[in-house]
């Protein structure tokens, strides 16, 4: 397990917010994909499988405005923890779950019924994955959200 500091997890925080500087670096219903379009996995590695079939890395490099890089608010927290901690983020499981934790607790996302849930090791993430790709969510909501967290943990410094 490991414990991220408050300044990692402000640090986090501000990077998943910047995630989202566009609508459509926003991503429902999936992880998302990386820069060449290929669909984010996180099943026991984080990977990509191309059009081929073939497991990869995903390939990340500066998110230029035509990149088809997008992720959903769950695997922003996941990658960017990762990266942070310099782990593959499929890894990362409790101190993404701890941020999660936040998210919820700041957006009032309802996690009761998933932690009630004792097969649920996740239940901040997958409240949080529910909520991102619930009918009503849009991405003015995940930013209004991640700004709102950035504000928190800010706040939290002081």
């Known amino acids: 397990m490991h414990t991220l500091s408050p300044e990692q997890q402000l640090e ?4 998943v917010h910047e995630t989202f500087d566009f609508p459509k670096r926003w991503h429902q219903g ?3 994909r990386d820069d060449n379009g290929d669909v984010i996995e996180f099943d026991g590695a984080f990977h990509v499988v191309d059009n081929d079939d073939v497991r990869h890395p995903p390939a ?22 990762g990266s942070l901690l310099s782990r593959d983020p499929s890894q990362t499981g409790q101190a993404t779950e701890i941020l999660c934790e936040i998210y919820t607790r700041v957006g009032r ?12 090791f996740e239940p901040h993430l997958n ?19 991640t700004a709102a967290v950035v504000r928190h943990l800010d706040a939290q410094r002081w």
Do not use: M, Q
């Open 109 to 120: 996302i309802d996690t009761r019924d998933r932690e009630l849930d004792a097969a649920d």
């Open 12 to 15: 986090i925080a501000r990077r």
């Open 60 to 81: 990340f490099r500066l998110a230029t405005p035509d990149s088809p890089r997008r992720f959903c608010l769950g695997a922003a927290i996941r990658i960017h923890t």
């Open 127 to 145: 409240s949080l994955i529910d909520w991102n790709d619930s009918d009503e969510r849009s991405w003015e909501d995940v930013r209004g959200l």
């Open 30 to 32: 999936g992880w998302g």
